[in-house]
């Protein structure tokens, strides 16, 4: 067994020389760059743009639509089919989105390799109520894309979508109990015909996701508009670079034949994306700031007859999304069996980030304790990692370069039988920079460790703007400037005290309006099933607001969160974050805000304010009884409803 004490000196060291004082501002986030042609990274260049033109609009000048949900990807599908299942019709609802289709990130993300991380079968929503078999235990990006048209479909959502659409502003109208909701349509043959439009809706739902804003890194030299040849980031991968099409699993990338390429980041994305260009390439050259921790993945199409075991009995979606939970967050009873028996729930350690009832109150002398019990739960798991790279990877230098010195719960960990053994083709080559990152760019290629590599091709696989900016403000995730009672901003009403919600899906002064969130809400690996819980969450109480007001067709109605009920909430969500400080002695990353998880110089006010952004520290299974439990008798304990 390796040395304990070594291996925690040696994490301590590794995160040091990646903390930057810069922070999150190395990077920039693409839709608002200072430059054109960065800008234009984030085109939709997915959108049947002649289709779009000629369908009608579901959304008409003077309408006002019960629900209004902005967000088309999985939150919004899954809330309008949580809507309908709580009793409103389609025809109650309008969905706003500003791609050119439905998925979200399963619409805007296609490149190569694509496959969820988490097993399909729970990962996949409403594969009960549908019937639909995923293909294989991890199901390829296309194959989701299309599964969540099928749904759209089913649940007769299909014409109520106003697509390459983006609202700019929501503003309460205390008089007509509404919100005014101001959007913009592209229209034309490349969608950049803006036309504006004022619609009224009785409810509004943010839907944005987690990691909805593609960035770059700011690099010297040129900069990246200075590089001469092509460069594009992988949440929308260029094919007519590559070659290939985005609507096969593994496209044959035939444009690269004679290419060197260059891929800056070796995230969850990356490390599904190289083998696929080793296979076609000239050369990969691959620059890594901090190596992920891979792990197998146990890839298999999906057996018909063992499905029928797995999805024999009504309610097993439910039961084995339950089962997997309890094993992430460590409450699985002894004996109990791994139904989905994945490398995440082997993690005995990953509920450090997630949230668990055995941590969920630390009192703040206590937090070395539990760190040091996390890493101690951590180090047989992360010790068998660093032997399986050693295992794999032929040369024993780059070997070393590609192991992670972490605990597991800092990075999101990846999953592939692949991406190691790519470094033992010849055509493949480790750029490590000993976590500086990449130096600058010329117009020929990139300078890392002092020397220039010349490049045909540059992609960025650098992800996304951290969910933890502006403490998490679902208005400002969603790019919607949000005016409630008074006039007043989410970050103007939270600016006092910090962040106030119920349950991480309303907040007090914004009548009517709910939104999907981490912000003081369960967590965990499977981030589809945290979003069911509160499109559940949410639909019930629309619906049972409704119905103690006089039917699900019953206009004129405020529900708001009372004011008590969200500070006894936001209380107890400040209670147990002290927990979270496990991600403190994290290597830099998007989870703990680049290394900054919190100012040296800021105030005693100023932490309580950060600590009630934390998510729910008792975890995910825990979150769900808590809100079963808020649910028995149709109360709506802190909820107020009103009828005009």
Same mark, same amino acid.
């Given at each position: 067994?390796?040395?304990?004490?070594?291996?925690?000196?040696?994490?301590?060291?590794?995160?040091?020389?990646?903390?930057?004082?810069?922070?999150?501002?190395?990077?920039?986030?693409?839709?608002?760059?200072?430059?054109?042609?960065?800008?234009?990274?984030?085109?939709?260049?997915?959108?049947?743009?002649?289709?779009?033109?000629?369908?009608?609009?579901?959304?008409?000048?003077?309408?006002?639509?019960?629900?209004?949900? *902005?967000?088309?990807?999985?939150?919004?599908?899954?809330?309008?089919?949580?809507? *309908?299942?709580?009793?409103?019709?389609?025809?109650?609802?309008?969905?706003?989105?500003?791609?050119?289709?439905?998925?979200?990130?399963?619409?805007?993300?296609?490149?190569?390799?694509?496959?969820?991380?988490?097993? #399909?079968?729970?990962?996949?929503?409403?594969?009960?109520?549908?019937?639909?078999?995923? #293909?294989?235990?991890?199901?390829?990006?296309?194959?989701?894309?299309?599964?969540?048209?099928?749904?759209?479909?089913?649940?007769?959502?299909?014409?109520? *979508?106003?697509?390459?659409?983006?609202?700019?502003?929501?503003?309460?109208?205390? #008089?007509?109990?509404?919100?005014?909701?101001?959007?913009?349509?592209?229209?034309?043959?490349?969608?950049?015909?803006?036309?504006?439009? =004022?619609?009224?809706?009785?409810?509004?739902?943010?839907?944005?996701?987690?990691?909805?804003?593609?960035?770059?890194?700011?690099?010297?030299?040129?900069?990246?508009?200075?590089?001469?040849?092509?460069?594009?980031?992988?949440?929308?991968?260029?094919?007519?670079?590559?070659?290939?099409?985005?609507?096969?699993?593994?496209?044959?990338?035939?444009?690269?034949?004679?290419? =060197?390429?260059?891929?800056?980041?070796?995230?969850?994305?990356? *490390?599904?994306?190289?083998?696929?260009?080793?296979?076609?390439?000239?050369?990969?050259?691959?620059?890594?700031?901090?190596?992920?921790?891979?792990?197998s993945r146990g890839q298999k199409p999906t057996d018909p007859e063992e499905w029928k075991t797995i999805a024999g009995q009504p309610g097993w979606q439910d039961a084995r999304q339950a089962n997997y939970l309890a094993h992430i967050h460590n409450i699985a009873p002894p004996g109990t069996p791994n139904l989905v028996d994945d490398e995440w729930s082997k993690q005995p350690a990953y509920s450090a980030l997630v949230g668990d009832p055995e941590f969920a109150n630390v009192a703040p002398e206590k937090v070395q304790e539990v760190i040091a019990t996390f890493l101690a739960r951590d180090a047989e798991n992360s010790a068998r990692l660093r032997a399986r790279i050693a295992a794999i990877v032929k040369d024993k230098e780059t070997a070393e370069k590609l192991t992670p010195w972490y605990p597991a719960w800092c990075k999101r960990p990846a999953h592939s039988d692949v991406y190691l053994e790519s470094f033992n083709e010849s055509n493949v080559h480790l750029i490590d920079t000993d976590g500086k990152g990449v130096d600058s760019v010329t117009p020929q290629g990139l300078v890392a460790n002092g020397q220039e590599i010349p490049l045909d091709i540059l992609i960025f696989g650098t992800g996304y703007q951290s969910p933890s900016a502006s403490l998490a403000d679902p208005s400002g995730r969603a790019g919607v400037k949000v005016l409630g009672r008074g006039g007043q901003s989410i970050g103007e009403r939270w600016e006092p005290t910090g962040p106030a919600t119920l349950h991480g899906v309303a907040t007090n002064g914004f009548p009517n309006l709910f939104f999907l969130s981490p912000l003081q809400a369960g967590v965990s690996a499977n981030h589809a099933n945290a979003l069911d819980a509160q499109c559940r969450q949410i639909a019930y109480v629309a619906a049972t607001a409704h119905k103690k007001a006089g039917g699900l067709d019953k206009s004129g109605l405020t529900v708001e969160i009372g004011v008590p009920a969200q500070e006894e909430w936001s209380l107890r969500i400040m209670q147990g974050a002290a927990r979270f400080a496990t991600m403190a002695i994290c290597t830099p990353s998007y989870i703990n805000n680049e290394g900054h998880l919190v100012d040296p110089n800021a105030t005693q006010e100023d932490l309580m304010k950060r600590a009630r952004a934390s998510p729910y520290s008792a975890g995910l299974p825990e979150f769900i009884k808590e809100l079963e439990r808020w649910r028995e008798g149709d109360k709506l304990s802190g909820v107020e409803v009103t009828v005009s």
């Open positions: 067994m390796e040395d304990f004490a070594q291996i925690q000196q040696k994490y301590t060291a590794e995160a040091q020389k990646r903390l930057r004082p810069d922070g999150s501002s190395q990077y920039q986030t693409l839709s608002e760059s200072d430059s054109d042609r960065l800008r234009h990274l984030v085109d939709d260049i997915w959108a049947d743009h002649a289709a779009l033109d000629a369908q009608p609009s579901p959304i008409a000048p003077g309408d006002c639509p019960k629900f209004l949900i *902005i967000g088309a990807g999985l939150g919004g599908i899954m809330g309008a089919v949580r809507l *309908i299942q709580a009793g409103f019709s389609a025809d109650q609802i309008r969905i706003i989105e500003t791609a050119g289709g439905v998925g979200g990130t399963w619409y805007w993300n296609r490149y190569p390799g694509l496959h969820c991380d988490i097993e #399909s079968y729970i990962y996949m929503p409403l594969l009960e109520e549908t019937g639909y078999m995923p #293909s294989h235990k991890y199901a390829p990006g296309v194959e989701i894309r299309n599964y969540l048209k099928d749904v759209v479909k089913k649940w007769n959502l299909e014409d109520k *979508i106003l697509f390459r659409t983006k609202v700019d502003k929501l503003e309460w109208d205390e #008089s007509a109990r509404v919100w005014k909701v101001d959007f913009t349509t592209g229209r034309g043959p490349r969608g950049d015909e803006k036309v504006s439009s =004022t619609v009224n809706a009785e409810f509004v739902w943010l839907t944005a996701g987690l990691l909805s804003k593609p960035q770059v890194p700011k690099l010297a030299g040129v900069g990246i508009e200075g590089f001469k040849g092509d460069y594009f980031h992988t949440s929308l991968w260029n094919y007519n670079v590559t070659g290939g099409s985005p609507e096969e699993a593994f496209p044959a990338l035939s444009k690269l034949k004679d290419k =060197t390429v260059g891929i800056i980041g070796t995230g969850a994305t990356a *490390i599904q994306v190289v083998p696929e260009l080793a296979k076609y390439a000239k050369e990969v050259y691959v620059f890594q700031r901090t190596p992920s921790a891979v792990y």
